[in-house]
């Protein structure tokens, strides 16, 4: 079961952990991080030297996709050499290496159609900011685009294709891939263009925004998205439904399938975060829809884990109901409630992530105000404080009676985060608040082992001492015999005479935590009390008041004379 659970756990946690990589960090143009090692250092001064001219610049472009061409071994990394060539300080940081790449790719296409570079007619120096390859205006529908191949000067003195180069070269590749290459090039060739060879014409005819074929793509990713997205679903379900029959979860059948809708959703948003990298999107449409599922990827895997907390929250309040300990009762909905708060904060970094928010200034600024909320808040905090010694310390169970200071008694009923709820014998609620309980002295009578009965029997005067001492025996004898009294803890003494009777001291104590338990033996032992004391003949003493009257002969004398005189 642990294991399943575990699965499901981490299908989340891989979901959250993808999606804090692909989120797009928001970046400002910033120098690069001065080196920490002389390694670092030399590999910096390196690449440096390669893009230390626009002529340079050029030649290692050109040199990195040559090597792609042929096919080398180590084409990943010439691939990637040639995408730092590019400025990419206005691209999201999650997506440099991918625009970079697809940049890459347009631009040797382009210049593939246009004209066999020549590396002397480059500017091994240029005093101005900016070099110009090539400047055109391209006509697109009702506007038009200033695309442009140029080099710029950057921050750290390096050469790189500008930021306009990345965002109009997919205009200008579109504007000649109807093209062949020049003579005397190698056309660079992956599986897209082989795909675009056996396109139809009308699909690079272009259509509201989108060429036709861009639109086949996304038809033919949504309907992949829907598959995967029931797929999830119906093995979603399948697992839920397994899971609740065998573990006999408070889970109800109709409500399987509708649990399975955040896992679907996600499965759909992934599809379509990997279906729209393999369409050539001019960056602007790339940029909206990525940060659209970005977003959707957030909420998703936010959702996703929340359905996840519920389910391993039905299996330990399972486990918690079959045990003994009633304070597992309230552990587990408050881990469940913790658990729900910690990833909907992570969540809600993710999305405001996903919005390019810039988290760390937001950051910044909680620590800041989190010390004013502390303080606004310390009676909150103090609570919870209260509510963790509570739940470590575990001073009474849920169902237990407890005295308090100031005369406070009454069943515990619930601990929650703030407070605690106590029934009063009056049948009143009482709350209080844990801060204030972790300071109180707690008797707790649902903690005892046993439970006392001590009386005292009020014998009348009148009753003789064999009588008194036999009736003592009788339930000494009583107390031997009994299943659920502890023996040798029972007194059964004459313990005192008052004015009024001779009392004899009765003290057990049963053998039982429950206090209906102990309220039925105490009727039976009462009864067994008054039997004993009926078949043994001793009378028991009532309060009463005496008054005794002398007959003397002066109040005889007294009374014959007030006799006679009526009579005369």
Sequence with gaps: MLSRLKVVFLFSFLSLALHAQIIPQTQKEKTPAPAVSEDASYIRYEELEKLKSPQETMRTFMESMDEVKKGSSNS????????????????????????????????????????KVDLSHIPSEHNGGKWYFRKQAIVDGDKTIAAEIAIEKNADGAWRFSPETVNTIGALYTSVSHLKVVDGVVEYKNWKTRLKTHMPEWTSEEFLMFSKGQWLGFLIIFILSILAMSLMRFLTTIYIHDLVKKESLDFKEKDHYKSTLPFGLLAFSLTWMGGIRVLELDMEAYTILIRAFYILIAFTSVWSSLKIVDLISMHFTKIAKDTHNKFDDVLVPMLSKTSKVLVIAFGTILVAHSLTFDIGSILAGLGIGGVAVALAAKDTISNLFGSVTVIMDRPFLIGDYVFLDKGLEGTVEEVGFRSTRIRTPHQSLVSLPNNVLANMAIDNYGMRGSRRFKTFLQMDYSTPVEKLEEYCERLRYLCKIHPLIEPQAAQVYINDVTDKSINI??????????????????????????????????????????????????????????????IL
């Design 76 to 115: 990943k990394a010439y691939f990637d050499q040639a995408a730092r060539t590019f400025n990419l300080s206005r691209i999201d940081e999650g997506e440099r290496d991918m625009v970079g790449r697809q940049a890459a790719e347009r631009l040797i296409n382009t210049l593939d159609r246009i004209t």
């Design 505 to 566: 001291l009765f003290n057990i104590f049963f053998k039982t935590s429950q206090g209906d338990v102990e309220l039925s033996e105490r009727h039976k032992m009462i009864v067994e009390i008054l039997k004993i004391a009926q078949e043994v003949g001793v009378k028991f003493a009532y309060p009463s008041n005496m008054v005794v009257l002398e007959k003397t002969d002066e109040l005889q004398n007294v009374k014959d004379a007030r006799i006679e005189s009526s």
